[in-house]
């Protein structure tokens, strides 16, 4: 999956929520959260769980499953 699409969930998660609240949730900085969600870069595995716990749902539905297996 490409890293446009991986942004673009983070984003519709993170809904209503401010980029503090998950980052911290997450425990990772505003700035991670942010290359994140604009596809600069991927998280590391560690991080890719604490975001799937936090969005209540898998790490295989952000960043695996492809667009016709939608969350």
């Known amino acids: 999956m490409d890293k446009d699409t991986i942004a673009k ?22 700035r991670a959260l942010e290359s994140y969600e604009a596809g600069q870069r991927i ?8 975001l799937a716990r936090c969005y209540d749902t898998t790490v295989e539905a952000i960043f ?3 667009e016709q297996h939608e969350m």
Do not use: C, Y
Not at 11 to 25: C, D, F, H, M, Y
Not at 43 to 50: E, F, G, N, Q, T
């Open 9 to 30: 969930r983070l984003v519709q998660l993170r809904g209503n929520r401010s980029k503090e609240t998950i980052a911290q949730e997450v425990n990772i900085s505003i």
């Open 43 to 50: 998280p590391r595995d560690a991080v890719k769980l604490s």
């Open 64 to 66: 695996f499953q492809d």
